[in-house]
């Protein structure tokens, strides 16, 4: 069945680093992938998403890949902060899914100072 | 600064019942969705609605009904609560497929 799954549980990373978070999908029909960032005790916040016609978009120190041929999505975060602390989700839809977002397990990310 | 509100953060509740959780958003969106987020299972789809006064069950309906009467409005149900119900419950909304959820800050529901 279709799947949105991440490859890494937990992520350590020194600050000032470039930190990379992985996602795999399954569901070739998907066109619409997104990162959501969750804050301990907060909802998922939106960080940035692509379409399937791109396969890298920009945003502020965030940068997101995608690799239709293997299925594969990464959000790259540049000179990661203590502030980047938190669960990471990535999320893929398609107009067969009707409008609903399918959601990855998350990958926690720990900053250290 | 457009948002989804739901109404509580925290609720303690006791087994057996009727509890009523609400989320409002201001975004004019179409669609809107409950889910509920428990640790090593991530986000699960309970209930959503693309449209006033039309339901469609998630993927764990059971145990759980909603409402919405105003676009704005989603109420999720909880007709008779149990323990197994003690979870972080999320509301998200968007515009039709596909694009990216607004999500709410969630209420941490106790079950006791």
């Known amino acids: 069945g279709e799947s949105v799954g991440l490859h890494l549980p937990t992520l350590s990373v020194q600050e000032g680093d470039n930190s990379i978070i992985n996602c795999a999908y399954s569901?070739?029909?998907?066109?619409?992938f997104i990162w959501y960032k969750q804050e301990s005790g907060k909802g998922p916040q939106f960080i940035i998403d692509i379409r399937s016609n791109m396969d890298k978009r920009q945003g502020q120190r965030v940068t997101v890949l995608l690799n239709k041929t293997v299925k594969h999505l990464s959000l790259q975060i540049a000179a990661t902060q203590p502030g980047d602390s938190a669960v990471y989700f990535c999320a893929e839809s398609g107009n067969n899914q009707g409008g609903k977002l399918i959601f990855g397990q998350g990958t926690e990310l720990s900053v250290k100072p | 600064d457009v948002k989804v509100t739901q109404s509580s953060r925290y609720l303690v509740k006791r087994t057996g019942e009727k509890v009523f959780l609400e989320c409002v958003q201001d975004m004019d969106h179409e669609n809107m969705f409950w889910y509920r987020q428990d640790p090593g299972l991530g986000l699960r789809l309970i209930y959503f609605?693309?449209?006033?006064?039309?339901?469609e069950k998630g993927d764990i309906p059971e145990g759980y009904s909603v409402s919405r009467e105003k676009k704005e409005r989603f109420s999720l149900i909880l007709e008779s609560a149990s323990t197994n119900q003690t979870s972080m419950y999320l509301c998200?909304?968007?515009?039709?497929?596909?694009?990216?959820?607004?999500f709410g800050s969630g209420t941490r529901l106790t079950v006791v």
């Open positions: 569901n070739s029909a998907s066109d619409y």
């Open positions: 609605s693309y449209d006033v006064k039309m339901k």
């Open positions: 998200a909304s968007s515009l039709p497929n596909p694009y990216g959820y607004t």
